[in-house]
């Protein structure tokens, strides 16, 4: 594997997108989540300006990202960014569509996030807002999703595996996204409230996790196609270590489920969930780190 300095910029720039898609998608759905909690107005300000600015610096490095991929294939140096010809070029292939795709989707969470935020606080949702939300963050989120699945080593693959694809990217997206308002809640939520959040969020994750390790085994398979090929290639045995990862991530909402949830009783408790979320976070955005690697730096045919 070589990295020169167009891709590692692409890798950073990949790291900071995703970063930006977990806070829109996460951000917004836990803070409909919380919205029947006392602690809901706390929370909701002092998870504003993180959400917004992860989402700013997400939109800004998805613009950068495809500018320095244009400056890539250019070859004119920094100055190549700006040739309109490759740009309107690189536009009309599936990294423009994706590209497009993940700034509106943005966007449009960025929208259900400031505005489900304000009715939450003042307390004035009712079942049409609430659906409107809905349809909104749907709306978002398949087009993050969908995104996905327009580019990177997937994108020639049937419409099944690019289904996995989509659906993989939003749930893993939507769960590093809930990391952050789940942190703030242990300290802002009453025990009781805390419980009640963490096992609503862990029936959910449930689900996610079933998701997650269908549509992961069916992605594997199309990429490596043997366990021998995981073993004997750069890609593969990347893919290993991030797997381990994932492996580590899931061990510890295991703990939160059935260990840490149940018996949050005490402060005591409540810490331990904190630094046990905290380093679900570190996890996590090494998880991001090595997808953005394996997604530009690598590909499945690739040897030592």
């Not at 259900?112 to 749907?138: C, G, R």
């Not at 004997?232 to 295991?254: E, M």
Request: charged share 10%.
């Amino acid at each position: 594997m070589t990295l020169d300095g167009w891709t590692v910029a692409i890798i950073v720039c990949k790291l900071i997108t995703y970063i930006g898609l977990a806070a829109a998608t996460g951000g917004t759905l836990l803070t409909v989540v919380i919205q029947s909690f006392a602690a809901r107005a706390e929370i909701i300000d002092r998870l504003t300006r993180p959400v917004l600015m992860s989402i700013a610096m997400g939109f800004l490095a998805c613009c950068l990202g495809f500018l320095l991929q244009v400056g890539m294939l250019a070859d004119a140096g920094l100055i190549g960014m700006f040739n309109l010809n490759m740009a309107s070029l690189l536009a009309s292939t599936p990294v423009g569509a994706a590209t497009i795709d993940r700034l509106l989707g943005s966007a449009i969470l960025t929208i259900d996030f400031l505005a489900t935020s304000h009715f939450i606080k003042v307390h004035q949702t009712n079942q049409t807002i609430k659906v409107t939300f809905a349809i909104f963050w749907l709306l978002g989120a398949y087009l993050t999703g969908f995104s996905a699945s327009l580019s990177g080593h997937t994108a020639e693959t049937g419409g099944v595996i690019r289904l996995a694809v989509s659906l993989h990217s939003l749930i893993a997206v939507s769960w590093i996204g809930a990391l952050l308002p789940l942190w703030m809640s242990c300290r802002l939520l009453a025990l009781p409230e805390l419980q009640k959040l963490m096992l609503t969020f862990g029936r959910v994750a449930t689900g996610w996790v079933m998701v997650l390790g269908l549509a992961g085994l069916a992605i594997t398979y199309q990429l490596v196609g043997s366990f021998a090929s995981m073993l004997n290639t750069s890609y593969g045995l990347l893919l290993c270590l991030k797997l381990l990862f994932v492996a580590g991530i899931l061990l510890i909402a295991a703990r939160h489920k059935w260990q840490l949830a149940p018996n949050l009783t005490n402060e005591l408790m409540a810490r331990k969930l904190e630094h046990s979320i905290t380093l679900e976070g570190c996890i996590a955005l090494t998880i991001l780190l090595i997808t953005a690697v394996l997604s530009t730096a690598l590909g499945p045919e690739v040897g030592y």
